[in-house]
């Protein structure tokens, strides 16, 4: 018996006139997410992504993980295909869905008939189904409410489906159908949560790390760096880009007063960000910020650091609690990573007494006793950039 994967998007459904736009990105998307597996032929029919091995011994639970992280999906199914025969269509049921009934205890039948040509209609389809169900496996009851199981059968125009086991996708949409945002990513636990929370809505990330040599060590940078290998798995390719940092932050501690620093240091990160922004089409910058985290999270701080951006700052988890951060952390697989204890620029030069109410006016006057404009131009020039690969 053959068996295929069908993918069930739920937004992109309601997209009218772009539905195709969309459709056709998460084709590819996925097809680039399976890569690695082997060779697959996607087709698609009624909000639904067909997805059929073109080679033997792929597992099919492996496909269904890796879809698991493919944005645009809302859910994901293992279908035995049949003929479109009644006959055919039971028997393959008992036979495909054996173990799945036997474990049971209550169950529903659902038919969606998209060949009207079909003999039997759908509640005919159900009843009849049902019916046979119960026979071949008495220890089940029928709950139309809430069962443990429903089967579904799809009639479609050239092969019937059957199903019963179906995982929860990513939900979102596709990676890249809303343009391309630059994320500040550190080495924290907040940061590539922000990124993943903005994939999910379809943007496609690039990622902008500042380090500080010798502040800061190279299994710092490292670990960002495998952060974003993470990303990828939701993300697809993501451009790193490295800013040498450490000139500017000691041109902060020297020139500027203590209290400011970190607002000033940052305000600073999201010029440079900016400038890379233009060079990599970014129209947007992200962080993880979150209200009221550390002291240049406060209204005030961040009012501060908005100050010098022009394009839109998202910031994802602004009313979220860490504890709601850390379990989606947990569950993008990134916060075992994120917790290794090595340092951030952002912990260089830290002030005892960071000013938590900062206006913007003292900010300027403070960042103004030194010129850092030649700075950040050489910061920029001076970036490395890298392609991190899914
Ligand atoms: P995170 O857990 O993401 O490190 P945080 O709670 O530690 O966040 P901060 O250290 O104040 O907060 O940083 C706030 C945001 O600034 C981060 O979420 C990230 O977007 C950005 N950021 C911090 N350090 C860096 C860095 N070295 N390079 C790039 N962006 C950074
Ligand atoms: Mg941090």
Do not use: W
Request: a negative charge; glycine letters at 6%; proline letters at 5%.
């Amino acid at each position: 018996m053959k068996e295929i994967i069908l993918a069930k998007y739920g937004e992109i459904a309601l997209k009218g006139l772009n539905k195709n736009t969309f459709e056709n990105l998460l084709i590819k998307n996925i097809k680039r997410r399976l890569a690695p597996l082997g060779k697959f032929d996607c087709t698609r029919q009624q909000s639904t992504i067909y997805i059929d091995a073109l080679e033997e011994g792929i597992d099919p639970d492996t496909v269904m993980e890796k879809l698991s992280t493919v944005f645009g999906i809302a859910c994901i199914c293992k279908a035995g295909v049949f003929e479109k025969d009644f006959e055919d269509i039971c028997r393959g049921a008992f036979e495909y869905l054996a173990d799945t009934l036997e474990y049971a205890h209550t169950f529903k039948v659902e038919a969606k008939r998209a060949d009207k040509r079909f003999p039997m209609k759908s509640p005919e389809i159900c009843c009849e189904l049902g019916g046979r169900i119960l026979e071949k496996f008495p220890h089940l009851t029928v709950d139309v409410k809430n069962p443990e199981v429903t089967v579904t059968v799809e009639i479609r125009d050239t092969n019937a489906y059957v199903h019963a086991v179906k995982i929860q996708g990513a939900g979102g949409l596709p990676v890249g159908s809303s343009g391309k945002a630059m994320l500040l990513v550190s080495g924290g636990i907040d940061s590539p949560v922000a990124g993943y929370m903005m994939a999910k809505r379809g943007i496609h990330i690039s990622a902008v790390h500042f380090i500080s040599p010798p502040y800061t060590s190279e299994r710092a940078r490292l670990k960002v760096e495998q952060l974003c290998e993470k990303l990828t798995s939701y993300c697809g390719d993501i451009a790193f880009f490295c800013v040498p940092f450490t000139e500017i932050q000691e041109a902060i501690r020297d020139n500027c007063p203590e209290e400011y620093f970190t607002i000033i240091m940052r305000r600073l990160m999201m010029e440079i960000a900016q400038k890379l922004s233009d060079r990599d089409d970014c129209l947007a910058l992200i962080t993880g910020e979150s209200v009221g985290q550390v002291a240049s999270q406060t209204l005030k701080a961040i009012a501060c650091t908005d100050a010098v951006c022009r394009m839109p700052v998202f910031r994802p988890l602004i009313g979220m609690d860490k504890t709601e951060i850390i379990e989606i952390s947990r569950k993008i697989d990134t916060f075992d990573i994120s917790i290794q204890p090595y340092e951030d620029c952002c912990t260089v030069f830290t002030p005892k007494h960071p000013k938590t109410k900062p206006t913007i006016e003292e900010i300027e006057k403070a960042q103004n006793s030194f010129d850092f404009s030649k700075m950040v131009q050489k910061a920029v020039e001076n970036t490395e950039i890298k392609i991190i690969k899914i």
